[in-house]
């Protein structure tokens, strides 16, 4: 079990770090990886011309599990080998799906322990799954990347919700207004129209994460729609902050009450050095960085699901 990475990580469904090189050692150990369900409870699948084939593997390693909870990162696959999937959907706790719009209307039904949800779909439209809230009992953690809002999601169970690749994040801000228990909301790559119409106060949000890298910049203004109190980390592109820092930042805060004690601004920065400590002289940690690592990293483990 130690040579495998910790769950919920997904191993390869073939290879040197899968479970199926303990098979080939001996009789003996091929028996008890055979018989331990837990090796076979965390799986993920790569593009791969030869759909059937993999579809095949998928099958196996789902009868292996037995009755475990299961981890698993699908990424492009054929119908075949998702409905092989789905027919296991009450056993689904940490998901990262890579569908087409298509595939999306088979997610139905209850899914009783699932706990992380990532879910990307190939398609502009943004449809969502053919579920309701009461389906996802113990969902706390979500990241949508290109998928629309809806009533499917249990939003005021979520701790941790990521939004991703959206043309106007302004939909989901009646959503948000029901995000009770929100501790961490990251906006990645977000437009907005403006004006901005509703205004949100998440009371438990924590730490904020805004990266806007590829649109003009309009979703600044959600700093005049949000209020958050609890706020401490504030992570978020310079392309965002604009050319008034101070003016964007100080109304938010002094309207939030929050006490911020981490800020992070990644790029290019039109802020001159000798300005930004007596701008915000109550935050204790500022921090600017032209590397867009940390954005990355995120981007990442948004495309490769929870680690």
Same mark, same amino acid.
């Given at each position: 079990?130690?040579?495998?990475?910790?769950?919920?990580?997904?191993?390869?469904?073939?290879?040197?770090?899968?479970?199926?090189?303990?098979?080939?050692?001996?009789?003996?150990?091929?028996? +008890?990886?055979?018989?331990?369900?837990?090796?076979?409870?965390?799986?993920?699948?790569?593009?791969?011309?030869?759909?059937?084939?993999?579809?095949?593997?998928?099958?196996?390693?789902?009868?292996?599990?037995?009755?475990?909870?299961?981890?698993?990162?699908?990424?492009?696959?054929?119908?075949?080998?998702?409905?092989?999937?789905?027919?296991?959907?009450?056993?689904?706790?940490?998901?990262?799906?890579?569908?087409?719009?298509?595939?999306?209307?088979? +997610?139905?039904?209850?899914?009783?322990?699932?706990?992380?949800?990532?879910?990307?779909?190939?398609?502009?439209?943004?449809?969502?799954?053919?579920?309701?809230?009461?389906?996802?009992?113990?969902?706390?953690?979500?990241?949508?990347?290109?998928?629309?809002?809806?009533?499917?999601?249990? +939003?005021?169970?979520?701790?941790?919700?990521?939004?991703?690749?959206?043309?106007?994040?302004?939909?989901?801000?009646?959503?948000?207004?029901?995000?009770?228990?929100?501790?961490?909301?990251?906006?990645?790559?977000?437009?907005?129209?403006?004006?901005?119409?509703?205004?949100?106060?998440?009371?438990?949000?924590?730490?904020?994460?805004?990266?806007?890298?590829?649109?003009?910049?309009?979703?600044?203004?959600?700093?005049?729609?949000?209020?958050?109190?609890?706020?401490?980390?504030?992570?978020?592109?310079?392309?965002?902050?604009?050319?008034?820092?101070?003016?964007?930042?100080?109304?938010?805060?002094?309207?939030?009450?929050?006490?911020?004690?981490?800020?992070?601004?990644?790029?290019?920065?039109?802020?001159?050095?000798?300005?930004?400590?007596?701008?915000?002289?109550?935050?204790?940690?500022?921090?600017?960085?032209?590397?867009?690592?940390?954005?990355?990293?995120?981007?990442?483990?948004?495309?490769?699901?929870?680690?």
């Amino acid at each position: 079990m130690h040579f495998l990475p910790p769950y919920p990580t997904c191993p390869q469904l073939a290879g040197l770090d899968s479970p199926t090189s303990l098979t080939h050692i001996c009789r003996q150990w091929r028996e +008890i990886a055979l018989t331990s369900p837990r090796l076979w409870r965390a799986f993920c699948t790569v593009y791969t011309a030869n759909q059937a084939e993999q579809t095949r593997v998928v099958e196996t390693w789902l009868d292996r599990s037995g009755s475990c909870p299961l981890s698993i990162q699908m990424g492009s696959s054929d119908d075949e080998c998702f409905l092989a999937l789905v027919l296991h959907r009450q056993r689904w706790e940490h998901m990262h799906l890579d569908l087409e719009a298509k595939e999306m209307a088979l +997610i139905k039904g209850p899914m009783p322990l699932l706990q992380s949800l990532s879910l990307r779909v190939d398609n502009m439209e943004y449809p969502h799954p053919a579920t309701t809230a009461e389906d996802f009992p113990r969902l706390r953690t979500v990241a949508l990347d290109a998928v629309g809002p809806g009533n499917w999601l249990p +939003i005021s169970q979520l701790t941790s919700f990521t939004i991703d690749d959206v043309d106007n994040v302004n939909n989901y801000f009646s959503l948000l207004q029901g995000a009770v228990n929100l501790v961490s909301l990251h906006l990645i790559d977000c437009g907005t129209d403006v004006p901005l119409q509703s205004s949100v106060k998440l009371a438990r949000l924590e730490l904020l994460v805004i990266v806007d890298l590829y649109s003009d910049g309009s979703v600044s203004k959600i700093f005049e729609t949000f209020t958050l109190p609890a706020l401490h980390t504030l992570h978020m592109s310079a392309g965002v902050l604009g050319q008034d820092p101070e003016g964007l930042l100080t109304p938010f805060v002094a309207r939030s009450g929050c006490k911020l004690q981490d800020v992070l601004i990644t790029g290019v920065c039109h802020f001159p050095k000798e300005s930004r400590r007596a701008a915000f002289p109550s935050i204790p940690n500022i921090t600017f960085d032209r590397d867009y690592g940390w954005y990355t990293e995120e981007k990442m483990q948004l495309r490769r699901g929870f680690t």
